[in-house]
T-cell receptor, first 111, second 113 residues
Framework: QQQVKQSPQSLIVQKGGISIINCAYENTAFDYFPWYQQFPGKGPALLIAIRPDVSEKKEGRFTISFNKSAKQFSLHIMDSQPGDSATYFCAARPSFQKLVFGTGTRLLVSP | NAGVTQTPKFRVLKTGQSMTLLCAQDMNHEYMYWYRQDPGMGLRLIHYSVGEGTTAKGEVPDGYNVSRLKKQNFLLGLESAAPSQTSVYFC????????????FGSGTRLTVV
């Protein structure tokens, strides 16, 4: 299976709250898991990525948590800000192949 | 440093018309991709290229053709546009095919009426 299932489809979080977006996969050959951020009218841009040999990666307010046994990974945005309002895509890469993208989550951070 | 440039940014076509979307990158990337983005469907790969003169089908190739005559350019063609091809099209490029560092263009919004 080459699919990556992403949830929720949309999310509203108050300023200062924690935004959590989840992804699940079935292909155990996936070995690279990036998250992309897309602002309206723009193309997606790489936000943060993780490999399955670590359980967590943090960059500023953004953290990826990875659960290899459950085949799940999630993006946590701490202290969410209105400027974080965007669409977020998870993705996964089968070994030496192209990225497979999730369906996207539209995040709105209310002031 | 332009990165990935897509032209045009917007286009309205009538059913049956043809058009070509142009993608240009100035990063000397070998790999280039065309995606379409539809609500609730995420990014779906149409065609991709692993180098000058080579192309391959992605997940949703029907109704589209591509060409990569020069390393820096990747063209997406619609020979006979259909309303189902109304979408936002993104081009991306990468140094290798291993999924690292995809750079996306800003997209082309195409409406077929």
């Amino acid at each position: 299976q080459q699919q990556v299932k992403q949830s929720p489809q949309s999310l509203i979080v108050q300023k200062g709250g924690i935004s959590i977006i989840n992804c699940a996969y079935e292909n155990t050959a996936f070995d690279y898991f990036p998250w992309y951020q897309q602002f309206p009218g723009k193309g997606p841009a790489l936000l943060i990525a993780i490999r399955p040999d670590v359980s967590e990666k943090k960059e500023g307010r953004f953290t990826i948590s990875f659960n290899k046994s459950a085949k799940q990974f999630s993006l946590h945005i701490m202290d969410s800000q209105p400027g974080d309002s965007a669409t977020y895509f998870c993705a996964a890469r089968p070994s030496f192949q192209k990225l497979v993208f999730g369906t996207g989550t539209r995040l709105l951070v209310s002031p | 440093n332009a990165g990935v440039t897509q032209t045009p940014k917007f286009r309205v076509l009538k059913t049956g018309q043809s058009m070509t979307l142009l993608c240009a990158q100035d990063m000397n990337h070998e790999y280039m991709y065309w995606y379409r983005q539809d609500p609730g469907m995420g990014l779906r790969l149409i065609h991709y290229s692993v180098g000058e003169g080579t192309t391959a089908k992605g997940e949703v190739p029907d109704g589209y053709n591509v060409s990569r005559l020069k390393k820096q350019n990747f063209l997406l063609g619609l020979e006979s546009a259909a309303p189902s091809q109304t979408s936002v099209y993104f081009c991306a490029s990468s140094y290798s095919g291993q999924g690292y560092g995809y750079t996306f263009g800003s997209g082309t919004r195409l409406t077929v009426v």
